[in-house]
């Protein structure tokens, strides 16, 4: 079955600077989504990437998506205290599968 | 900005009780969903409904899991006989389109802990 996995697992750095995520997968997907989860507390959703592309831009947010090597990844530029948060990828199928697979997600400090 | 809503957002229970958790989805979705996120792991899928019937469960929606939608409006999850295994967050998500792309809008969650 296809799994997000995320790495690295940890990440910490200072306001301001730009942070990069990493997700992989096993199979073939339909979409591949981002997800930022506060402690404790819900998803938010923060980007849809499709199968057929390769970047995509949100306000601050830069995903890409390289289905050859079945990976993606998140930056967030110009990072700010309020974006300490876990980040998780979930993909979804082909076949019209409706489920999304959650990788273990990337814990990101962001020290003032 | 509609939003997916959760009721309770804290259920204790004790083992072997009945709970029913409920969810208001944003009113024009289709599908819905729900997940649940064990304290320190993954957030796993447990089940998709559409058109008033389950379309998709996974191994951990056993027979003592069931869901609802009794109106118009409403979604719960029902575990019939809880176990202390049961304590997790379960979210409520939907999605307003199946076919191509869709994204699925997730509540802020219920913390179920069972004892």
């Known amino acids: 079955s296809q799994q997000g996995e995320e790495d690295p697992q940890a990440l910490s750095i200072q306001e301001g600077e730009n942070a990069t995520m990493n997700c992989s997968y096993k199979?073939?997907?339909?979409?591949l989504q981002w997800y930022r989860q506060n402690s404790g507390r819900g998803l938010v959703h923060l980007i849809l990437?499709?199968?057929?592309?390769r970047e995509k831009h949100s306000g601050r947010l830069r995903v890409t998506l390289d289905t050859s090597k079945k990976s993606s990844s998140l930056l967030i530029t110009a990072s700010r205290a309020a974006d300490t948060a876990s980040y998780f990828c979930?993909?979804?199928?082909?076949?019209?599968?409706?489920?999304?697979?959650f990788g273990q997600g990337t814990r990101l400090t962001i020290n003032p | 900005e509609p939003e997916v809503t959760q009721t309770p957002s804290h259920q204790v229970t004790q083992m072997g009780q009945e709970v029913i958790l409920r969810c208001v989805p944003i009113?024009?979705?289709?599908?819905f969903y729900w997940y649940r996120q064990i304290l320190g792991q993954k957030v796993e899928f447990l089940v998709s409904?559409?058109?008033?019937?389950?379309?998709?469960k996974s191994e951990i929606f056993d027979d003592q899991f069931s869901v609802e939608r009794p109106d118009g409006s409403n979604f719960t999850l029902k575990i019939r006989s809880t176990k202390l295994e049961d304590s997790a967050m379960y979210f409520c998500?939907?999605?307003?389109?199946?076919?191509?792309?869709?994204?699925?809008?997730f509540g802020p969650g219920t913390r179920l802990t069972v004892t």
């Open positions: 979930a993909t979804d199928g082909i076949q019209g599968a409706q489920k999304l697979v």
């Open positions: 409904f559409y058109n008033n019937e389950i379309s998709e």
């Open positions: 990437i499709r199968s057929n592309e």
């Open positions: 009113s024009n979705h289709l599908y």
């Open positions: 199979t073939s997907i339909n979409n």
């Open positions: 998500a939907s999605s307003p389109n199946r076919q191509g792309t869709y994204e699925q809008y």
